[in-house]
């Protein structure tokens, strides 16, 4: 299994971007992927999830209402679209797979993909 994750770089705060998460290897059938992030210094943190099956998804608090994450099931792809981007979601994002949202949201996770950077400036 590969998850490929793209589309981080330097926004200006309270602008968007898309992040990318290329799938590889197994289907996501009846499990779930999702996205974390680490900023400097601190722990790595649940970001959002989704369900493959039914596009379910969860958020943590930060992120409900600015992020969205999505996925395309015919590209095998996830995606995380991220606007009125703030400083303090500056760091690295990584996109992760398991069995269902809950277990992802829980640090559940049986993939991990590399991260790609995401740095706002204020």
């Known amino acids: 299994v590969q998850l490929q994750a793209s589309g981080g770089g330097l926004v200006q705060a309270g602008g968007s971007l898309r992040l990318s998460c290329a799938t590889s290897?197994?289907?996501?059938?009846?499990?779930?992927l999702g996205w974390f992030r680490q900023a400097p210094g601190k722990e790595r943190e649940f970001v959002a999830a989704i369900t493959w099956n039914l596009g379910t998804a969860i958020y943590t608090r930060s992120a409900k209402g600015r992020f969205t994450i999505s996925r395309d099931i015919a590209k095998r792809m996830v995606y995380l679209h991220m606007n009125s981007l703030k400083p303090e979601d500056t760091a690295v994002y990584y996109c992760?797979?398991?069995?269902?949202?809950?277990?992802?949201?829980?640090?559940?996770?049986?993939?991990w993909g590399k991260g790609t950077q995401v740095t706002v400036s204020s």
């Open positions: 290897g197994r289907t996501f059938i009846n499990r779930a």
């Open positions: 992760a797979g398991g069995r269902s949202t809950d277990d992802i949201e829980s640090d559940g996770v049986d993939y």
